[in-house]
């Protein structure tokens, strides 16, 4: 009895130490390979680029309106480039594996990258410092906008085994980058059956698959065949489906010098057409300016204006017959074609097998080293945040949901709250435009006509300083119930007009003098060209 309690117990242990040891592996499963936050400043964690052509400084600064801090671009027009070396290569063979991070267009984004890019190891020729352009990656993503491009971008650079070259292989047909300034998560998810999915804010954007010739651009396994390129055209080869007809001749009436149109003989000039009347008249008002300097202005010419006896004639100067199609006109004569009977078709160089060819079952990734990005961008504010490694999806949904989510919610009910407060002020500056126009029809009424100038001086002012609006309606009121007063009941004391009206009184005399001389400058002016027609 005692024994079988023993062997029950020894049973019970046994699975509970296994249960124990399973719960541990999968909680090592749900963490992620790499986590950078950027809670504590990247100094002597990520390296900057030593290199000349880098001088974008980076800082760890806040979210606007977060206290989640980030990896931030912080000037405009500059190349930037910082690395992180990771503490063992990641393997991509191997499972699922999850790239993801955040960025943020603080400022928008018009012209720049803000991608990724997740270094080979060092064995393959760079170093953290010199960091650039030229260090060998294994995969670049994330987003990348100027001019034409606008894309998610998602580049394999694989080895052909054959040739031992690397190539950059593209996924085609990307999303595009998101257009305004909220925190976006971007996520790529490499599958062991080859396939790749693109994420963005955790949406599914592009599915495809590594070793589709539809997905990639070039494909990742070359084609078996390549044209020959030792192959040459033979030098009696005709692709010309067609030629001239060499039996055809061009008829004896065909006239090649023909003219496409001719005078229409049966025209005749309307009555009434004034052979001696020109177009235009020196204008009989005009007199020379009293300033005008012969010497200084030349001689001076009276301007032109269209003649007035020519309005209700049917023309003027010089009658001209018009012209019409010429029936007799055929042009240039062609020998028309016929089928090429030396016509082989259009050459191409034979097909031989692709020296470059390998099959493959599964994309033979680099390993990951490191995590770098080396972007050039024109504008600033550009933020990067929560970059992660993993190689389980739900821990890469898990740090969306905690991470990202809260910061997007808060930044769209901001951006929410924004577009209304600017529909609103739109609204309200519609308003403001109608107010305006009826009272610059006020200011036109006949009776005000006296006080027309104040009376727009007040509007003028109102438009700058919106918050007049409503006393500069009131001054207006006053000044026509006042002069209606007067009218009906008369009165020897002037209208008062309020302070704002006594301010206009002051700009009165100078914007008088200042329209004299314009109109002054216009009058002496516009002698000097002379007005045809055309500029009509």
Same mark, same amino acid.
């Given at each position: ?133 030229e260090s060998p990656y ?99 080869? +005709? %692709?010309?489906?067609?030629?001239? #007809? &060499?039996? /055809?001749?061009? !008829? @004896?009436? *065909? =006239?090649?010098?023909?003219?496409? $149109? ?13 052979? +001696? %009347?020109?177009?235009?008249?020196? #204008? &009989?008002? /005009?007199?020379? !300016? @009293?300033? *005008? =300097?012969?010497?200084?202005?030349? $001689? ?21 017959? &018009?012209?019409?199609?010429? !029936? ?181 005399t100078s914007n008088k003098?200042?329209e004299e001389e314009i ?18």
């Amino acid at each position: 009895m005692e024994e079988g309690k023993r062997r029950i117990f020894l049973q019970f242990g046994f699975l509970l130490l296994i249960g124990c040891f399973a719960s541990q592996l999968l909680l090592a499963s749900s963490d992620p390979i790499f986590y950078e936050s950027f809670d504590e400043s990247f100094e002597g964690s990520w390296i900057v680029s030593e290199k000349e052509d880098y001088k974008g400084v980076w800082k760890h600064a806040k979210s606007e309106g977060h206290d989640d801090h980030g990896l931030l671009v912080s000037e405009k027009v500059r190349k930037y480039a910082i690395v992180k070396e990771l503490d063992e290569p990641v393997k991509l063979k191997d499972g699922t594996i999850v790239l993801q991070f955040e960025t943020r267009f603080q400022n928008g984004l018009e012209c720049g990258g803000a991608y990724l890019k997740y270094l080979r190891p060092q064995d393959a020729g760079w170093t953290a410092k010199g960091f650039d352009n030229e260090s060998p990656y294994s995969i670049m993503f994330g987003p990348d906008k100027c001019g034409a491009t606008n894309k998610v971008h998602f580049i394999l650079k694989h080895k052909n085994p054959k040739t031992g070259e690397y190539v950059e292989h593209h996924l085609k047909y990307t999303p595009s980058v998101p257009s305004d300034k909220l925190t976006h998560v971007y996520t790529a998810i490499l599958e062991p059956n080859s396939d790749i999915r693109i994420l963005i804010d955790g949406e599914e954007k592009k599915k495809g698959n590594f070793l589709s010739s539809e997905d990639f651009a070039p494909a990742l396994i070359p084609a078996k065949t390549i044209p020959d390129p030792d192959d040459k055209k033979p030098e009696d080869w +005709d %692709e010309r489906a067609n030629i001239p #007809d &060499p039996d /055809a001749v061009k !008829p @004896e009436d *065909w =006239d090649e010098d023909a003219p496409m $149109e001719i005078e229409d003989e049966e025209a005749e000039k309307p009555e009434g057409w004034l052979d +001696d %009347e020109p177009e235009e008249i020196d #204008d &009989p008002e /005009a007199t020379k !300016p @009293e300033d *005008w =300097d012969d010497e200084e202005d030349g $001689e001076w010419e009276a301007p032109k204006i269209d003649n007035p006896n020519c309005e209700t004639a049917p023309g003027c100067g010089e009658w001209k017959r &018009p012209t019409k199609a010429n !029936p007799a006109y055929k042009g240039k004569w062609h020998a028309p074609l016929i089928d090429n009977p030396n016509y082989k078709g259009i050459w191409k160089p034979q097909e031989i097998p692709n020296p470059s060819y390998f099959e493959l079952e599964r994309p033979d990734f680099e390993p990951i080293a490191a995590i770098g990005i080396e972007i050039w961008t024109m504008q600033d504010g550009v933020l990067f945040d929560n970059i992660l490694i993993a190689s389980d999806e739900k821990v890469a949904e898990s740090y969306r949901e905690k991470a990202w989510k809260p910061k997007f919610e808060v930044e769209k009910e901001n951006e929410k709250a924004e577009e209304a407060a600017a529909a609103s002020s739109d609204g309200l500056k519609g308003f403001q435009k109608a107010v305006f126009d009826v009272l610059y029809q006020i200011a036109d009424i006949s009776f005000l006509s006296e006080h027309k100038s104040k009376i727009l001086e007040l509007i003028e002012q109102a438009e700058k300083h919106a918050n007049l609006t409503i006393g500069v309606i009131i001054s207006i009121i006053v000044v026509i119930f006042t002069l209606l007063f007067k009218i009906l009941f008369g009165g020897k004391k002037p209208a008062k007009v309020s302070s704002e009206t006594s301010n206009a009184e002051e700009a009165e005399t100078s914007n008088k003098e200042k329209e004299e001389e314009i109109e002054k400058e216009d009058t002496a002016a516009a002698p000097r060209r002379r007005t045809t027609r055309r500029d009509t």
